[in-house]
Nanobody
Framework: QVQLVESGGGLVQPGDSRRLSCAASGRTFGDYDMGWYRQAPGKEREFVAGITLSSGRTYYADSVTGRFAISRNHATRSVYLQMYSLKPEDTAVYYC???????????????WGQGTQVTVSS
């Protein structure tokens, strides 16, 4: 079992940066690839970024490439999403998830967090 808890959301202005954190508990955290997703009001949840366990290879949605960066720290059992140059269209609830690629890329995960709200508005 893996429990995931996101934090770091809040209200930010366009152009600001923000870092989201996902803290994992459970003995098998190190067995999973990790991903970040988001769901905006009235829209389906979408893949944002992912990172593999073995090589640390990263994947990004086209809409965030060059602006967001995913990383993981095995020692602290955490996954991070560093967001730069935030736009109003980045407003959403952000979720982290544990699973494996390529399934994570299409939103199929073994474990999900509860989400953290990010609102980008002036």
């Amino acid at each position: 079992q893996v429990q995931l808890v996101e934090s770091g959301g809040g209200l930010v202005q366009p152009g600001d940066s923000r870092r989201l954190s996902c803290a994992a508990s459970g003995r098998t955290f190190g067995d999973y690839d990790m991903g970040w997703y988001r769901q905006a009001p009235g829209k389906e949840r979408e893949f944002v970024a992912g990172i593999t366990l073995s090589s640390g290879r990263t994947y990004y949605a086209d809409s965030v490439t060059g602006r967001f960066a995913i990383s993981r720290n095995h020692a602290t059992r955490s996954v991070y999403l560093q967001m730069y140059s935030l736009k109003p269209e980045d407003t959403a609830v952000y979720y982290c998830a544990a699973g494996s690629f390529p399934s994570l890329r299409i939103g199929v995960a073994d474990y999900w967090g509860q989400g953290t709200q990010v609102t980008v508005s002036s």
